[in-house]
């Protein structure tokens, strides 16, 4: 995969997760307008995460502990509390960054050893 569809990916999943608990409960990848430029990828990523944040600043103790507060059926989301889908949101995200950034160091590591004899 690339840089590309990664953060997209990053992007996506607070997006749909969103829609899914505070939103209209019928968002798909389908219906995502996916960026067709690098710059548009990372708005599109900076407005996702602002978007999920914001909605997640209001919640108290009681909505963490809900038990499907998303009803986003393509997941674990409906049998879950609240407060351990936020934490595989937040490590699937963390687990995309790390690999955004594996691709860039062995992209800057290619680019570097072209025309070294070294590499």
């Known amino acids: 995969t690339t840089i590309a569809w990664r953060i997209c990916h990053m992007a996506e999943s607070p997006l749909v997760r969103y829609d899914w608990s505070f939103g209209g409960h019928s ?4 219906e995502i307008e996916w ?3 690098a710059s548009d990828a990372v ?10 944040r914001a909605a997640l600043e209001d919640l108290s103790t009681k909505d963490l502990d809900t038990v499907g507060l998303s009803k986003y ?9 609240f407060v351990d889908l936020l934490a595989l949101t937040n ?6 960054a790390a690999e955004v950034a594996c691709l860039r160091d062995l992209y800057r590591a290619r680019s ?5 004899d070294s590499a």
């Open 91 to 96: 490590t699937d995200f963390t687990h995309h």
């Open 27 to 30: 968002l798909t990848d389908d």
């Open 112 to 116: 570097s050893a072209v025309g070294s």
């Open 73 to 81: 059926l393509g997941g674990l989301d409906p049998q879950v509390r």
């Open 35 to 37: 960026p067709p430029t």
């Open 43 to 52: 708005a599109f990523l900076a407005d996702s995460h602002q978007r999920w």
